[in-house]
């Protein structure tokens, strides 16, 4: 959709978003057979450029932006959010357990913001013995 004919610009104090991770090539052996799935998980209907643009339009000055999503695509966000005006300022790796590398991040930007970037102490998710942490169970309640 047309997010400018939709939304009155600079009306929103906060965006969460946990868009769609993956590119979509256009080779449809990639897609999950649901197509709920395939538009959650794949860059179809829009693509993170689409999404961190029209945060930076819905946003007022000084607005927050946070996303999860996979750590691999780290350096289109960070360049994409400064593009659009948003200022990266935490970042959060997140790992299933402490032995395997970070999938997920959790990254917050403020509209307008200055430079200043701090990078969170990492959030495990899992024990070794694959209950969740103690962190995560009081996320849950």
Known sequence: KDIETEFKAQSYDAIITNPPFF???GNKNQLNNLDQLTYARHEILINLEGIIKAGSYLLKFRGNFTMVHRADRLIDILELMKKYRIEPKKIRFC??????GAKTILIEGLKGGEPGLLIEPPLYI????????????????
């Open 23 to 25: 590119k979509f090539d």
């Open 95 to 100: 790992y299933t357990t402490k032995k395997k």
């Open 126 to 141: 899992n024990n070794e013995d694959g209950s969740y942490t103690e962190e995560v169970r009081k996320m849950f309640g």
